[in-house]
């Protein structure tokens, strides 16, 4: 989302999907899918403005403006917001700017909406992460990194004085620079008493680079001559490259809703979408120490890529008894995919490809009590794989396949307020949901990365994940309030078949036929938030997570892994409303409140050394310690 720095602003509600999701949430929706919502309608006129500065000189900033509903019809509603950092990495800083605009027009059966919003981020790269010794500080595990060319000696220096704010580039312009312009336009009409159509309108439109310096880089590598100067050759120069994006992305969805008035246990939906995503990817050199025959801007390489993608699908849900109610989803889906030309190795990635899927759903609900059910559902989800999981393939890797997930889950669900047990001001929610996930061909994470940052991914024939989901809330008089949620779960690979290199980049069978622990999937993830109001106005609240031992790759190797780790944030809000405007909210927010050091992400590499020995290569991403933000919101 770094693209759209501060969306969340505009969003008037967000739902996360587990598992897959229904077809109304798109074509893809697989695995936790993200429904964003912007479309309410806020009917008084309003002006609003938060600012907020913290650690390591964050800023940020944000106008909000909204007519409110004029003439009982119309509405334009507004943002602009800039955030700001210097970041925790060493030179890691990011500038982001964004806006978003909005005008309807709403009647009694009719809502049509245009949408803007742009997001324009330039943001240092930092996706090298630090190398391990940078977090535990053995000196002879930096040298190994020395000796074998991961680390030059001025880079270990480096290290050992930055500890884990090392950044790996010192370029001062080794950026990322993005551009995302996105408008759309939304139309719900009522269509008599029982029928209603809803239909949108888009298109994005994204351009940018990433600069890099490239130092000692053969010639070949970029399709030039070498260099002749008098009796010297030279095949080697340093040199600047921007690798750009070039896309447009547009499309239409819509949806057939029937309700009838007098049947309120039924309803269907009618929906589908059409969208096709074109991208150009191309290489420019902007300065060499020796040119060869380059230009300023000589292009090194270029591809286009196209995805068409169609689907429709058919909803319906029915309340068969008083006490049972069911739902069926059918989704029909179509991809065409290409990719022309030549990738920033030189190598060729021309590429066809096309799917078609059938995702059928279908779930059911029973009321034991008031206040309890129980539910279950099954569905299928079927996702091809993206643009790098065709460019990207390690050597003898074969060709990308679309993933299939068979998702069956089953919980119960209890909500005591709703059963009048309680006082009217207290409450108390609970959920325990058992999920199992059969794949075909997942794509999942080697842990390593290509070099802009992006997580190289492989086939697996056969795995699962399957485990426990247990949510609660209990709240009383509004005062005091609790919410967690626990997930208990075991993500394997079957026959898995491990693939190493040596020292020549030759696949090499490591291991095979043995049931694994996938890459980056935590056994254990636990969130709580304890929030309190001990003064009117005041809101205190403690936000504690756990996450257990992640594995960077597929090889369930305590020596290529993230350490468990819990951090505890603290957050304080407190809400004035003086004569003379609605409301000030000053906050407090403290991120890590006990300064702990861990990192959340990483990725890993290696080779077999000449004994056959595993060389190994880890990354990681530590987590900021302690830090602040303040902010002071006014709203007009």
């Given amino acids: 989302m770094v693209n759209l720095p501060d969306l969340a602003s505009s969003v008037s509600s967000l739902q996360v999907q587990r598992g897959v999701g229904t077809s109304q949430n798109g074509g893809a929706a697989f695995g936790a899918s993200i429904n964003i919502s912007t479309l309410d309608v806020r009917r008084e ?12 000189n964050t800023w940020k900033n944000n106008v909000q403006f909204g007519t409110g509903l004029l003439g009982g019809h119309f509405t334009v509603d507004g943002r602009l917001s800039r955030i700001a950092t210097d970041g925790y ?30 997001g324009r981020e330039k943001t240092y790269q930092a996706w090298n992460g630090v190398p391990e010794p940078a977090l535990t500080g053995n000196r002879d595990l930096l040298q190994t990194y020395v000796d ?64 890099s310096f490239r130092a000692n880089r053969r010639f070949s590598a970029y399709g030039l001559p070498n260099v002749v100067l008098g009796n010297q050759t030279i095949s080697r120069t340093d040199l600047v490259d921007q690798k750009w994006l070039d896309n447009y992305f547009y499309g239409g969805t819509f949806a057939l809703n029937y309700q009838p008035k007098n049947n309120d246990k039924f309803e269907a939906t009618l929906g589908g979408a059409v969208n096709r995503f074109d991208n150009d990817h191309y290489g420019e050199i902007i300065w060499a120490r020796y040119a060869s025959t380059s230009n300023i801007r000589q292009r090194y390489y270029a591809n286009e890529a196209a995805k068409s993608d169609y689907n429709t699908y058919a909803r319906a849900t029915w309340q ?4 049972l109610g069911v739902y069926g989803d059918l989704q029909l889906r ?101 999920f199992y996930m059969n794949y075909r061909n997942q794509l999942v994470a080697t842990g390593q990365l290509n070099d802009v940052g992006t997580a190289l991914r492989t086939n697996v024939a056969r795995s699962y994940r399957t485990g426990l989901e247990l949510t609660g809330f209990v709240s009383a008089d509004d005062k005091i309030s609790l919410s967690s949620t626990l997930t208990l779960s075991r993500n394997r690979i079957l026959d898995y078949r491990d693939v190493s290199y040596d020292e020549e980049f030759n696949p090499v069978v490591a291991a095979e036929g043995r049931t694994t622990t996938i890459s980056y999937s935590p056994s254990a993830v636990s969130a709580h938030t304890l929030e ?105």
């Fill in 334 to 434: 179509h991809i065409d995919y290409s990719i022309d030309g030549v990738e920033d190795d030189q190598n060729d990635v021309t590429t066809r490809a096309n799917y078609t899927f059938f995702n059928p759903k279908a779930g059911a609900t029973f009321s034991l009590a008031e206040g309890q059910q129980l539910y279950a559902s099954f569905a299928v989800g079927q996702r091809e794989p993206v643009r790098a999981d065709f460019t990207d393939r390690p050597a003898g890797d074969q060709s990308a396949k679309p993933e299939r997930l068979e998702d069956f889950e089953a919980g119960y669900r209890l909500n005591l307020s709703d059963l009048n047990l309680l006082t009217p001001r207290t409450a108390l929610r609970l959920e325990a949901n058992y």
């Fill in 148 to 211: 074998n060319g991961e680390l030059s000696t001025t880079d270990a220096e480096r290290v050992l004085q930055e500890g884990r704010r090392y950044s790996y580039y010192t370029y001062d312009n080794q950026t990322d620079n993005y551009q995302q312009n996105h408008y759309q336009l939304h139309l719900s009409q009522g269509l008599g008493q029982d029928w209603n159509i809803g239909a949108a309108l888009h298109l994005t439109r994204g351009f940018g680079y990433y600069e």
């Fill in 532 to 636: 309190g109001q001990p003064l009117k106005g005041m809101r205190l609240a403690l936000l504690y997570k756990t996450v257990s031992r992640q594995y960077l790759d597929n090889s369930a190797s305590e020596a290529r892994s993230i350490q468990p780790y819990q951090v505890l944030d603290f957050r304080v809000r407190y809400a004035l409303g003086p004569t003379f405007m609605k409301e000030i909210e000053l906050a407090l927010l403290v991120n890590n409140v006990f300064n702990r050091e861990y990192a959340a992400n990483g990725y890993t590499y290696g080779y077999l050394g000449a004994s056959g020995q595993q060389e190994t290569f880890n990354w990681y991403y530590p987590q900021a310690t302690r830090n602040f933000l303040v902010s002071v919101g006014l709203k007009l």
């Fill in 320 to 323: 068969v008894l008083p006490r």
């Fill in 45 to 56: 006129a309003y002006a609003e403005t938060q600012n907020a500065y913290g650690s390591f």
């Fill in 89 to 118: 990495m060493n030179r890691a800083e990011s500038d982001l700017k964004s806006y978003y605009l909005a005008a309807g027009y709403q009647a009694k059966n009719t809502l049509v909406k245009f949408i803007t919003f742009s």
